[in-house]
Structure formats: structure tokens, C-alpha cells
């Protein structure tokens, strides 16, 4: 029986399909098949991810490791098959999709709307989105520091997480799936809230889901257009883009997703059973809150926004997005700003950190002190009988402090 962790995990509606959780076909041999390129003095970063992936099965995987402005690690692991029959190794620009590592390039986009006067962080959502609250005027009190700090009001442990509630909600507006933007914020918004907006945190999809279409009425732009023309292009990322929810929609460059679960497709009424990565969840409705497809060397390079002042973000803009909310420090001295987890380190800066998770898709990305920082995804997630997955960040951490010297060739213009 599945844990209620694990049934979370899993969704409602899904059920076990073991055959779609195979073993990656070099399992056998002593390691994964690598492209890209580990300096010697990184080589505990790759030890580490080979076990990792071999102990969990994992056939696709990245790593990309970086410290002060440069890329100094950017690794692939293991390879697939593709819709052509061919076999093709990850390579270290391989897009993944990486859930809810989405959420800091989000908060990014409102900050940025921010910083040009387009907005400001204490506006309240039902205005600037024109949401009724008559089914709880407490709606009205959410600004977009709550929205963005988890603190608007919505517990998906209470009433279900919208965004992955297709089926109730079709039934419940009568109309078919797929659903659409429109229809999760017309469900969700008939409903009272679970809380007071700013008494308490509690993670919520649907409130970045918000601020993607906060993003499109202030800007007059299509969220992906806006995330890439002001975030990424000044910083000459390209390769980033919304995923598709289908395998036959999938990009050229992209890997595979695997779980072992099915579920009925919520993308069109057919009522299918599908593989859950492809079909069991609405790509293009997580598109703010989960939606991106990166590669790792990606991730660290738009981490780099966040060292300092550029092209993109302004000092106090950055300040604002590590900022700690009104509730203060959690019990154990981290708090959640803006698309990021955030907590003091022993050098007299901050740690800031995320993970993301979604059916054939686990992501994890960390600025750590000295400027290092470090990103693994992978292209399944922890599910029942596997070992957890969670463990990717003490085992980068420990990799991290192992390394004696750091080597000084940045990879950046390979890769950019």
C-alpha cells in the first residue's frame, strides 16, 4: 500500500504499470554511458551521480556544477531511444523537463515587471486579475509578496492541488477536458480559502499558476514571451522553453520521461490510459508553476542573475526576491521568498535553493556558500519501492566540501 506521501506522489487516479518503469539498458554494466566534461579535481561530483543514478535506476541524468560566474562541470548520463528508433546519449544541453525549479524564473518575472513600474509587490491578485471574492472576501487581502511567498490562502493537503485535479474540476464545470487556465481559477475561486492570507505557509501550485497570468495581463505578453525575452535572452540563454505534454510533441533534444504509474489522459476526453508523464497531467496549465524545460547547464547559468546587479535584475530586486516574508524564519531557520528557499550560511551570505517534482522528473538546484552552485536532474522521481531521492543534496553538498581545489577553465562559451 502506498504511503500517503507516496500517494500524493503518485496523483489521483494513478496506478502501479510496472513495465513502464524499466531498468536503463546499460544497468548491468559499471557505469552509465558520459558526455561533456569533469575536471579532475570535480571528480567526487561524478562518482557521486553515477551511484546515484545506477542505485535508483536512472537512465537520463545531468549534472552541471559552477562557481563564481563559471561553469566549471557540465555532465550527461546515460541515453535512450528515440522516436526513431535510434539510440542517443544524454548530452549536457539535452533539455528535461524540471517542474517546479519553474517557480524561480516566475517570481523573476513579476519582480522584473516590478522593477519597471509595471507593478508592485504589495498589489492585491483579485484586483489585478479581476478574481470575485465573494466566495471568500478574504481573497482581496492576498498581495503578491503572499502569492509568491506561499502565503495567499490555499492548502492543497485541505482541498486538493487544482493543478492536478483535472477530472473533478471538467465534472464540476461541465465541460471537457482539457481544461484550461480559465477553468482552474474559475473552480478554485468559487471556493473559500483554507486560511487567512499571511497567517501561515503552505506550499501552492495554483499560486504560481496566478502569477503566470499576472504576468501575461501586465505585460500584454504570452508568459513564455515575456520569461524569454526579458529573462533569459539578456543572459543569452535560448535553450529554454514551456514542455509539451505529449512523447509525440516532445522537442528534438529532449529525453524521455519514465514512471512506473498510468492514468487516465486529462489532455483530451478519451479517457485513455496513458503513461502518467505523458497525458496523466496537463503540460501547457503548469506552465508558471512547473512548466520549463532546461538542461542543467542552464539552470546554473540563470542562477547567475542572482549574484549580483546585470542586465536583468537590479540589486534590490534581487534583495527582494531572498527577502523573508512577514511570518519570519520557519523552526529551522530557512524561509521561502520569492521562487526560492532561502537560509543564512556560515560565510554571511545565502544558501538559496529548490527542487522540483513531477511524474518522470525530479530536479534539484543549490547557490551554496563561495559561490558555488550545482543542479541534477533526472528524468524519473521517487516512487513506491525506490530508494529516495531527496538525497541528492547532501550527497552534492559533501562533493562540494571534498573538493580541494577548483579548477579555473570556464565551460560557459562551450555551452552559450
Not at 506561499?150 to 486538493?160: E, N, Q
Not at 487544482?162 to 474559475?186: E, G, Q, R, Y
Amino acid at each position: 500500500m502506498l504511503s500517503r506521501r507516496r500517494l500524493l506522489q503518485a496523483g489521483a487516479g494513478a496506478v502501479p504499470a510496472i513495465a513502464l518503469g524499466t531498468s536503463p539498458a546499460w544497468a548491468e554494466s559499471a557505469e552509465p554511458p558520459t558526455t561533456g566534461v569533469v575536471p579532475t579535481s570535480l571528480a567526487g561530483f561524478d562518482k557521486a551521480l553515477k551511484a546515484y543514478i545506477k542505485e535508483r535506476d536512472i537512465s537520463c541524468a545531468q549534472l552541471a556544477v559552477a562557481k563564481n560566474g563559471k561553469i566549471l562541470l557540465a555532465r550527461g548520463y546515460g541515453s535512450y531511444t528515440r522516436a526513431d528508433g535510434s539510440t542517443a546519449k544524454v548530452q549536457p544541453t539535452s533539455l528535461f523537463r524540471i517542474a517546479s525549479l519553474s517557480k524561480s524564473l516566475t517570481a523573476a518575472a513579476i519582480v522584473r515587471l516590478a522593477q519597471d513600474g509595471e507593478l508592485s509587490l504589495g498589489d492585491k491578485v483579485a484586483d489585478l486579475l479581476d478574481l470575485p471574492t465573494e466566495a471568500d472576501p478574504r481573497l482581496a487581502n492576498v498581495t503578491l509578496w503572499r502569492l509568491l511567498q506561499h502565503t495567499g490562502g490555499w492548502d492543497r493537503g485541505v482541498t486538493t492541488d487544482p493543478l492536478w485535479n483535472d477530472t473533478t474540476i471538467a465534472a464540476s464545470l461541465d465541460v471537457p477536458l482539457p481544461i484550461d487556465h480559465a477553468d482552474i481559477m474559475k473552480y478554485t475561486t468559487a471556493k473559500k480559502l483554507d486560511f487567512a492570507p499571511g497567517s501561515k505557509y503552505v506550499y501552492s501550485n495554483y499560486g504560481y499558476m496566478l502569477a503566470g497570468r499576472l504576468v501575461e495581463r501586465v505585460s500584454g505578453l504570452p508568459y513564455e514571451t515575456y520569461v524569454r525575452r526579458k529573462l533569459l535572452a539578456p543572459v543569452e540563454i535560448e535553450r529554454m522553453r514551456l514542455g509539451r505534454s505529449l512523447r509525440s510533441e516532445a522537442f528534438s533534444s529532449e529525453v524521455p520521461y519514465e514512471s512506473k504509474y498510468t492514468r487516465k489522459s486529462v489532455v483530451n476526453p478519451s479517457g485513455d490510459t496513458v503513461p502518467y508523464p505523458y497525458g496523466g497531467f496537463n503540460m501547457p496549465n503548469q506552465d508558471a508553476n512547473g512548466g520549463w524545460l532546461a538542461s542543467a547547464v542552464d539552470l546554473v547559468k540563470w542562477g547567475f542573475v542572482f549574484d549580483g546587479a546585470g542586465p536583468v535584475l537590479t540589486s534590490k530586486s534581487i534583495s527582494r526576491i531572498f527577502a523573508k516574508p512577514e511570518l519570519g524564519e520557519n523552526s529551522g531557520g530557512s524561509w521561502y521568498g520569492l521562487g526560492w528557499h532561502v537560509r543564512k550560511n556560515n560565510a554571511g551570505g545565502l544558501n538559496t535553493w529548490h527542487n522540483g517534482s513531477m511524474p518522470g522528473t525530479f530536479s534539484f538546484f543549490a547557490r551554496i556558500q563561495h559561490g558555488v552552485s550545482y543542479c541534477a536532474i533526472f528524468n524519473r522521481r521517487e516512487e513506491e519501492g525506490s530508494p529516495d531521492f531527496d538525497g541528492i543534496d547532501p550527497l552534492l553538498g559533501r562533493a562540494s566540501g571534498a573538493v580541494k581545489t577548483w579548477p579555473t577553465t570556464d565551460l560557459t562559451p562551450k555551452y552559450f
